[in-house]
């Protein structure tokens, strides 16, 4: 029975124990963060949170400029759709013009050809009143 | 990046607790083989017969064998812990050494003092001990959750 009362002695004695060395532990630790408030840990978990918010600025950049590139497409696009517009009535215009001009062709070859033919009888009056 | 790359890269990135604190890590590796041959030494070399007293009093509610896995326990959770360069462990199995240890050395006084012929033992493990605890208190720099509780409370 002494010796049972002992071991719950030592048991107890050991939680108290640990309780001090845990606090003091804690306080130790406290004591060297706020000496050397930046350890190498530290400085580490700063240096990879730098580069995120590095990466993050990257990529809002990288966001606005898929703005940029998205709108001067669309513009472009409208561009493209105005010079096809243009293409086209242009296209038919020319066909028109083709169109206009061989029958303009046409009517001078009638026109050159009637004028042959009355020059010719003119030539043939002259000859006969000449002779 | 993925996260679980970037996590992977935060761990090896982690020093090495023999750079961090080169006491730590020569008390935690020591005391981990030393709580390895006592733990071997209660399951393998001592015959409980030739004891007419427990030699330490804590045994009369738990016994030889009980005592010796619970060092060999320690002692490789603590040698795991250098192996994978995990400060939390680490910090862990120092603390239950801490406490395991401080529970011997306080049944091993007061043997002292009930029944002489404990003296010299007591002398050693209570330097032991206070190697351990030593260790813990000035030596072990703080796990990655420390870190982070600061971190945020500085924010």
């Given at each position: 029975?002494?010796?049972?009362i002992?071991?719950?002695?030592?048991?107890?004695?050991?939680?108290?124990?640990?309780?001090?060395?845990n606090?003091?532990?804690?306080?130790?630790?406290a004591?060297?963060?706020?000496?050397?408030p930046?350890?190498?840990?530290?400085?580490?978990?700063?240096?990879?949170e730098?580069?995120?918010?590095?990466?993050?600025?990257?990529?809002d950049?990288?966001?606005?400029?898929?703005?940029?590139?998205?709108e001067?497409?669309r513009?472009?696009?409208e561009?493209?759709g105005h010079?096809?517009?243009a293409?086209e009535?242009?296209?038919?215009?020319l066909?028109?013009?083709?169109i206009e001009?061989?029958?303009?062709?046409?009517k001078l070859?009638?026109m050159?050809?009637?004028?042959?033919?009355?020059?010719?009888e003119?030539q043939?009056?002259v000859d006969?009143?000449t002779k | 990046?993925?996260?679980?790359?970037?996590?992977?890269?935060?761990?090896?990135?982690r020093?090495k607790?023999?750079?961090?604190s080169?006491l730590?890590?020569?008390d935690?590796?020591?005391?981990?083989?030393?709580?390895?041959?006592?733990?071997?030494t209660?399951?393998?070399?001592?015959?409980?017969a030739r004891f007419?007293?427990?030699?330490?009093?804590v045994?009369?509610?738990?016994t030889?064998?009980?005592?010796?896995?619970?060092?060999?326990?320690i002692?490789?959770?603590k040698?795991y812990?250098?192996?994978?360069?995990?400060w939390k462990?680490a910090?862990?199995?120092l603390?239950?050494?801490?406490?395991?240890?401080a529970?011997?050395?306080?049944?091993?006084?007061i043997?002292?003092f009930?029944?002489?012929?404990t003296l010299f033992?007591?002398?050693?493990?209570?330097?032991?001990?206070?190697?351990?605890?030593?260790?813990?208190i000035?030596f072990?720099?703080p796990s990655?959750?420390?870190?982070?509780?600061?971190?945020?409370?500085r924010d």
């Amino acid at each position: 029975m002494n010796e049972v009362i002992i071991s719950l002695i030592s048991m107890v004695s050991a939680l108290g124990v640990a309780y001090i060395v845990n606090v003091a532990s804690k306080r130790v630790q406290a004591k060297k963060a706020e000496k050397q408030p930046k350890d190498r840990m530290e400085q580490m978990f700063d240096g990879y949170e730098r580069l995120i918010k590095q990466k993050d600025v990257e990529d809002d950049r990288k966001q606005r400029y898929i703005k940029t590139i998205e709108e001067e497409l669309r513009l472009t696009k409208e561009h493209v759709g105005h010079l096809e517009r243009a293409l086209e009535a242009t296209k038919d215009e020319l066909n028109e013009s083709r169109i206009e001009n061989a029958e303009l062709r046409d009517k001078l070859d009638e026109m050159r050809k009637e004028y042959q033919k009355v020059k010719s009888e003119n030539q043939d009056t002259v000859d006969a009143l000449t002779k | 990046m993925s996260k679980e790359t970037l996590r992977h890269q935060l761990d090896k990135a982690r020093p090495k607790l023999k750079v961090v604190s080169p006491l730590a890590y020569w008390d935690i590796l020591v005391m981990g083989w030393f709580n390895i041959v006592l733990g071997l030494t209660f399951i393998l070399g001592i015959d409980s017969a030739r004891f007419t007293a427990s030699l330490l009093i804590v045994n009369d509610l738990f016994t030889f064998d009980f005592w010796g896995v619970v060092f060999i326990i320690i002692g490789l959770l603590k040698l795991y812990s250098l192996r994978i360069n995990n400060w939390k462990l680490a910090r862990s199995t120092l603390f239950i050494g801490v406490s395991v240890k401080a529970a011997w050395m306080i049944a091993l006084t007061i043997r002292t003092f009930i029944s002489p012929g404990t003296l010299f033992l007591n002398i050693l493990w209570v330097t032991i001990a206070l190697l351990q605890i030593g260790a813990y208190i000035w030596f072990m720099p703080p796990s990655t959750e420390a870190y982070g509780q600061r971190r945020k409370d500085r924010d």
